[in-house]
Each structure stands twice: as structure tokens, then as C-alpha cells.
């Protein structure tokens, strides 16, 4: 009987941290949704109040950086990013994510070293979003992981400019996240590069006529204007 009422117990507290959970991650998909740089704030200093010491968190700060901390305070959240995502990855080496929010991090670092460091930076993040694409089993992450390492391949000053790879990558993500705007937006730069300008502008009229996905609102507001943009430059 005893043994029956601990497992009990267990089992109750279990859930009530997987709901607590749950809803951590409502609030962070919310926010990052219609970047709301307040939500995120108070979801960053909740989960370090309990000491939800996860890539939850890792992402939260990661995210705030990109969108929501001022310009003086980006490359401390990208820092803390990618710090907590490594002691993850040492904790948890099949954590797919914490590889994407490390690889990801990195990434956003390399506009705030040197030449010696970004050479550096790059290296961990051909490494960490490998590992990412290996690891990871959610359809969301692994398109964006495809799509990071695709942009990765086409956007100097990054020392590589493989444009083929850049299109195979985005094409592999593309299947993952068919209603994200983001990934045709890239597209479309991709074959301007290449000088394909038909199949450019298709993408970029595809990114104005889609409807926005729920989980990127605020992102898919910007990719409409940038497709715009893209339009009135191609003749």
C-alpha cells in the first residue's frame, strides 16, 4: 500500500510539472508569435525564478535578443543563449533543440567579434546545426534548422557562397514548413543571386498572397513588406 500511494504521488506531481511546463511553452510560442517583447521578458525572469534551467529558456533568451532587448543588450542574451544551451548539451547530448538554439546563437555572436572569432563561431555553427538536423525529431525545428544552414550557404560575409547547397537546404526546409513565409522569402533571394528573376519574384509574390502562419505572425508582417521591397527591384 505504501509503495502504491508513493507511486501515486509521483505520478500527480509529474503532471502537474508537465502542465507547468506546457504552459511555459504556450507563453513562449505566444510571444515569439507576435514578438511581444514584454510576454517574453516576464517569461524569461519566471522560468529563472523557478529555475527552469532549460532550452526552453536558452530559446527565450535567444529570442529576446533577436527581437526584443535593446541594441546594448543583444550580445549578453545571444552569450547567455548559448551558454545555457551548451551546459544542456553536456547534460543532454541527444537534446536536438538545445543544438539548434546553440547553433543559432552562434550565429547572431559573429557580428560582435573579430575575424579570427567569427572563422571560430562559424565552425561551432556548422557543428552544433549538424548535430541539430541529426538529432532533431520536431517538423518545426528541423525546418528551421534546414533553413538556418541554407542561409548559412548563400549570405556573405560568412566565407562561403554555395549557392546549389544554399537552394537545397531552403527546398528540404520548405517541405517542413510549407506555410512559413520566411522560407520562400529566402528562396526568392537565392534566385536573385543566381539571376533567375522569374522564379524569384514567384517566391516573393508567394510570401504576399500566403496567409500567415499562426506560430510566426509578426514575422510573416515583415517578410510580406521585405518580399515588396524585393519586387520593386526586380525588372
Known sequence: MYFLRLLTILLVVLSFLTGFCKEYEREFFSARSIQDQSK???LINELESVNERTVLLAEAYLEY????ALDSQKRLYFEKALSLSRQIILQEPQNGKAYYVAAVSTARLID?????QKLALLSEFD????????????????GLALMGFGIRYMTPPWPLNDLKKAQKLLEDAQRYLPNYSGVYLYLGTLFLKKGEKQKAKEMFNKVISMEPDEMFLKAHEENVEKAKEYINRVH
Open 127 to 142: 557543428r552544433y546545426m549538424n548535430k541539430a538536423i541529426e538529432l532533431l525529431d520536431d517538423p518545426l525545428y528541423m
Open 40 to 42: 517574453i521578458l516576464d
Open 112 to 116: 560582435y567579434v573579430n575575424v579570427f
Open 65 to 68: 535578443g533577436m527581437w526584443g
